[in-house]
């Protein structure tokens, strides 16, 4: 079956980035993959350090992204680039993670901006030899478009949609590229 992971980069409890992948992820169930979600508000992973190879969580959580056929990767807008929290977890990663693995974007802002978040992302994961794939998603007035809490939504349809066809392009392309 193939595998989609999610990867949440903010670390609020009321995160509308986890929220919306959470959408993302349940429109890739519905496309007939195995979902999986790693908040990064929620583990144990200091800040990469070059001379340690295993620090806390890090071993396992990157082999859950290692086997997965995909990947939807979200970030607050954080100073017009993606955040700290989701730049760290991405240093402990490389090719062996993403190589042959289809990647979605998702960008979440307090304002209207998120351009420079998606290029920040997607340049990165070219780096680690990702497949970005074309169709990206920036949510502008994340805080008034997504609910969080038990039931995560996205209230705006056009957004809503956008996300949903997000998660079905990354589960297409994963399927193709599966390892
Ligand atoms: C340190 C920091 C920097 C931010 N920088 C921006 C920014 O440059 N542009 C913007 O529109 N929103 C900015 N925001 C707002 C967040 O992008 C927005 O609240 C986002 O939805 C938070 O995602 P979350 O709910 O998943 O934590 C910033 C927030 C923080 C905490």
């Known amino acids: 079956m193939t595998r989609i992971v999610a990867i949440s980069g903010s670390r609020r409890e009321a995160s509308t980035t986890r929220a ?3 959408v993302a ?8 993959a195995e979902t999986d979600l790693i908040d990064l508000g929620a583990v144990d992973l200091p800040l990469y350090h070059p001379d340690e190879d295993v620090q806390g969580d890090s071993e396992a959580l990157t082999r859950r992204v290692r086997e997965a056929d ?19 977890f991405h240093d402990f990663c490389g090719s062996d ?4 693995t289809a990647v979605g974007l998702l960008a979440t802002a307090g ?3 998120y351009g420079g978040t998606l290029e920040h992302l997607r340049s990165t994961f070219r780096n680690v030899h990702a497949w970005t794939v074309p169709h990206e998603v920036g949510i502008e007035g994340a805080s008034r478009a997504v609910e969080t809490g038990e039931n995560p939504a996205i ?7 956008r996300t949903e066809t997000l998660a079905r392009v990354v589960v297409e392309h994963a399927e193709r590229l599966r390892k």
């Open 97 to 100: 993670e993403y190589a042959n």
């Open 25 to 32: 992820l349940d429109a890739a169930g519905d496309a007939g």
């Open 111 to 113: 304002g209207g901006s």
């Open 70 to 88: 995909g990947v939807l990767a979200g970030s607050p807008v954080y100073r017009g680039s993606y955040s700290s929290t989701f730049k760290n």
């Open 20 to 22: 919306a992948l959470s």
């Open 155 to 161: 209230v705006d349809d056009d957004v809503r949609r």
